[in-house]
């Protein structure tokens, strides 16, 4: 297992998830959940305390695209060792005139998670699912769970194959 949390398969604990995900987890190969401290729930304090390595932890962002006045959402799943190039690769890749994250009140309201827990299960129909190449190779990688009182712990390949996923080179 990954760091020193106690790892539970998810579907044994709905109540360690965000509804959109509880209510998506069951089609997440192999998807193991932990409770956490939730005032350790950004990256950085999280794997120090919980012994995570940063390339074994990968991150969601929202990202929001404009284009001739429409707003899109898009999710980035990108290592805890790097960053989604959103200005560039995403932008490009959306069609986007403007891409940039979006404000935490709309990430949260539009997801139904909170902030800090963000994570690519259980997101609105229709959202593509950007996956780096790194996170898809990954045999395992800790994302948010909808909630910042737990983490999910998935095979790289179960996001690559969430619906609406493509799997592209996304970090910088």
């Known amino acids: 297992m990954v760091g020193t949390l106690d790892w539970t398969p998810a579907a044994e604990r709905p109540d360690l998830l965000a509804d ?10 192999d998807a193991e959940v932990a409770p956490i401290d939730p005032a350790l729930a950004d990256t950085a304090a999280f794997c120090a305390h919980y012994d995570v390595p940063l390339e074994a932890s990968a991150n969601c962002v929202i990202v929001a695209a404009k284009r001739g006045g429409e707003v899109t959402y898009a999710a980035c799943m990108v290592l805890a060792t790097g960053r989604a190039d959103v200005n ?3 932008r490009k890749h959306l069609g986007a005139r403007k891409a940039s994250f979006a404000p935490m009140d709309e990430a949260t309201s539009l997801t139904g998670m909170e902030y800090g ?5 259980g997101l609105p129909a229709g959202w593509p699912i950007l996956v780096d190449e790194a996170v898809a190779a990954a045999p ?3 994302i948010g769970s909808g909630l910042r009182a737990s983490k999910l712990l998935v095979p790289g390949k179960a996001l ?9 080179a996304l970090a910088q």
């Open 20 to 29: 959109p995900v509880a209510a998506a987890a069951g089609g997440v190969a």
């Open 88 to 90: 560039g690769t995403v």
């Open 117 to 121: 827990g963000i994570t690519p299960v």
């Open 140 to 142: 395992h990688v800790v």
């Open 160 to 168: 690559a194959a969430l619906p609406g996923a493509e799997v592209i």
